[in-house]
């Protein structure tokens, strides 16, 4: 190549490199195409609830321009064009709705997205540096606590703050909903928004009306929340629906205005029964009644919820109601008493009276554990022993079965000795030993195996039992210093071998079909009126059928048996009691009943 050539060549690569150098500050001092990327929300969830199921995404252009806008995938590929060679205004905002689908219209998978546009004229692509975040995947939320768990609504001075924490994403106002689930079915009662920190707080109100809140009933009552992330997703905890089988203990709340629990155990004469007023510390006064007498017997006042009484030496054996008064709050607890029985009847054997307190407090509609739902067997695992009775009054079937039997006994002067199943279970106050028979008041649903064991041992070895109850004796309990747990499912025969089942019916009489014991002696052959019958299916081995009534002679509900040494005697009916004290026009329940006790009673024959 000649010298001149050369110098030719030098002199174009000098002159290009410097226009490209001009050219490219030119570029560099241009106003970019993009001024920003934007996104709103930048996390959704188009899972189809109507929350947060779009998002708006767009750019703002510095110049008008003819482009392509796209949303990518994090690993650049085109997932869903928005805009496709369109010329779109300079100096300006454009935003578009992306639904979270791609070209073909099938959701994205959850993930991280950006913002892409095009311009070919001048082949420039440019990338978003912000995300968008989709993300279908409802958040962990876990109601954990719910405190106090008794609290007092509608009082003077009360102002009810209840405290729930729940684990799950910080909402500014979550939702809270208040289900009451003593009454049917859980239902919504109240809905209102929670704080920040996850926190709610239940000012103990429920809905009554647009607009209007009244202080809670007495009842159960549980919650759920409500918690959404930041996508939108939303999860209520601990579901939609309370339900007592996932309710978790300390997540719920009792309301109850007045309540009074004492000893389920009789109480000695001369001795103290320590008793206690609830939920709040409050003034109140109280007066003990012998059952059946509205007369009071001692009566005093307190300041404070613990409180004891001392029955004096002289009180006659028996059950005697402590009520309680606060304002136009009552409360009422039975209080079993182991006294003095009638002069005529001192120095002689009484048969022992028994109260069923652990049916009482199996079937008590009490929430112990304050997940929110009702304690009761057989359905909880655990009942406490030591808890008040729903809405401060008497325990179930104790109007029905027990009071009419014990009011009776009192009228006609008839002596007996008096515990609970409890008591017996735990060897404290009357031995059976000591008994010539034993009466159960009220049907016995639980019971401790040693103790049906005991029973049986007490009936071979000459001992009388009789139960003023139906379904006795097929469900065992263990028990613990606190609580009783383990509920069995009901046997197939009952403690003493005997194969029975309950009837219900129209109203009918027993009918009397045998009578080895005379109980039925001189009375008419159909004897009051019941509607269920605990009808005998099959006999214990070596069992011998003295006395039989009812609706079939194969198939008797009344129904004395010799086993053993003793006697086991069942009414066949939970109605007996009750008909025995409506039995004013009629003698025959009465006689019977009275037939009944002597047997039980010393030297005992009917």
Partial sequence: MTRPLVRAVFAVLVVATVAAFFATQQLKGEFPLVIRFATKPAHFSPNGDAYRDTTDVGFDLSEPASLSFMVVDSEGNEVRRIVRERRLAGDAKHRFRWDGRDDDGNLVEDGTYRMRVVRRDESRVIDSTKEITVDRRPPRVTLLSVE??????????????????????????????????????????????GGPHRTAVWDGQVSSGPQRTEPAPEGDYAFTVAVRDRAGNVTEAPRPVPRAAVARAGTGVSVRRFTLRGPLSAVTAGAFAHLEVGPVDRSFDWVVSRLGDPKAVLHGGRVAGRFRIRIPSETRTGVYLVRVRAGKQRAVWPLAVAGLPPKRARGRARPLVVLPALTWQGLNRVDDDADGFEDRLPFARAVRLDRPFAGGGLPPRFDDEVSPLLRWLDRERLAYDLTTDLALARREGPALGNAPGVAFAGTELWLPEQLMERLRDYVADGGRVAAFGADSFRRTIELSDDSARNASRPRGENAFGEHTQLLRTSPAPLTVFEDGLGLFEGVSSFVGEFTVFEASRRLPTGARRITAAGRDANQPAFLALGLGGGIVLRTGTPQWARELEEAALSLELPQVTKRIWRMLSAGGSA
Wanted: proline letters at 13%; zero cysteines; charged letters at 30%.
């Fill in 148 to 193: 106090p768990s008794v609290v007092a609504t509608g009082l003077p001075g009360e102002t009810p703050s209840v405290r729930l924490r729940y684990r799950g994403p910080a909402n500014r106002a979550p939702v809270v909903r208040v289900f009451r689930t003593d009454d049917g079915k859980p239902h919504i009662v109240r809905r209102f928004r």
